[in-house]
């Protein structure tokens, strides 16, 4: 394993190459990368970098938007095929069908999503500034695509606005049970329940904080509990254990996202060694793409 570390610290060095990673990939990839975070951190930083190369630890709708957001430099993610279900879950026809039903309407892309749907999209949110973005927005009616559970909670935090669901959700989350947490509470009954919004609504109904990855990160070291119930990803479980030696996280087995885990620290090194995979994207998508994720880092500012 040190030798792997050592090879990816010569290799970022020899190629120019700066490493991004999500807070649900494995921790030895945490561990080589330059900059962790939730995926609104990351893609404030994309717009940020001085290297030739940016690898993506992560899925491919990441990827994509670091390379929207530097189409000169090369972006490379080490396995291509590592996509986010959610991301496919809506078409671009059901976009243009609710355009034509409504007049005064915004699509509200979470970043979660393809290129394709983005390009049809007024702009991307992600789960640390939806509400705050679609709050922003002057538009009435809001189609909030792909996440029918993030869609949920932002519209009971803005109830002017009328919201049009879509039937996506994370496969990893979505099948989080408000029964499992209510099970954890009885047996721990001083435990908070920390939630990432892609969780059902039952679930969240029972949570003490809800938030991105990095708000449960920033939440659990702020709290003075000892006790929490990890209701997202167990990537997260990496930063919440080197933060707070002294806290007790319980996360659920099943709670593992099996693309995001494919990139593992071997194929860090092998996609530095040979540059590849490369994400490309066409410039006409690029450019209507670029759109509603600058409008996103206009708004959340
Ligand atoms: P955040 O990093 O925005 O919390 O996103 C969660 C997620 O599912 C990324 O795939
Ligand atoms: Fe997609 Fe869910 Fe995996 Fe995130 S955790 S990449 S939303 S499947």
Do not use: W
């Not at 049809?120 to 559970?149: G, Q, Y």
């Not at 070291?221 to 319980?250: R, W, Y």
């Not at 995001?260 to 410039?283: A, F, G, R, Y």
């Amino acid at each position: 394993m040190n030798e792997l570390f050592e090879r990816v610290k010569m290799l970022k060095k020899e190629k120019d190459a700066v490493i991004l990673a999500h807070y649900y990939v494995d921790g030895d990839v945490q561990q080589v990368a330059d900059y962790i975070g939730d995926s609104y951190y990351l893609s404030k930083v994309a717009t940020t970098l001085s290297e030739k190369v940016i690898l993506f630890a992560g899925v491919n709708f990441m990827a994509d938007s670091a390379k929207v957001l530097n189409p000169n430099k090369k972006v490379i993610l080490p396995d291509i095929t590592a996509d986010c279900p959610m991301a496919h879950m809506v078409t671009t026809a059901e976009i243009k069908k609710v355009r034509e039903l409504y007049d005064d309407v915004a699509v509200v892309c979470y970043i979660n999503s393809t290129l394709e749907l983005k390009a049809e999209s007024d702009v991307c949110v992600t789960s640390a500034n939806a509400i705050k973005v679609v709050k922003a927005l002057p538009n009435k009616n809001i189609f909030f695509i792909p996440d029918k559970n993030l869609a949920h909670f932002v519209a009971e935090h803005i109830p002017e606005k009328h919201f049009i669901y879509n039937e996506g959700f994370c496969p990893v989350h979505n099948y989080m049970a408000a029964k499992y947490v209510q099970d954890i509470k009885k047996q721990y009954p001083n435990i908070k329940v920390l939630a990432h919004p892609e969780c059902p609504r039952l679930v969240l109904a029972n949570a003490d904080y809800i938030g991105s990855t990095s708000g449960i990160i920033e939440y659990a070291k702020a709290s003075n509990d000892k006790q929490f119930l990890i209701c997202t990803e167990n990537g997260v479980s990496h930063k919440l254990k080197e933060d707070n030696p002294d806290k007790m996280f319980i996360f659920n087995d099943l709670s593992v996202c099996p693309d995001m885990k494919k990139i593992t620290l071997q194929s860090v090194v092998n996609s530095l060694e040979s540059l590849t995979p490369e994400v490309e994207v066409d410039e006409n998508s690029r450019k209507k793409a670029l759109k509603p994720l600058e409008k996103m880092l206009e708004l959340a500012k």
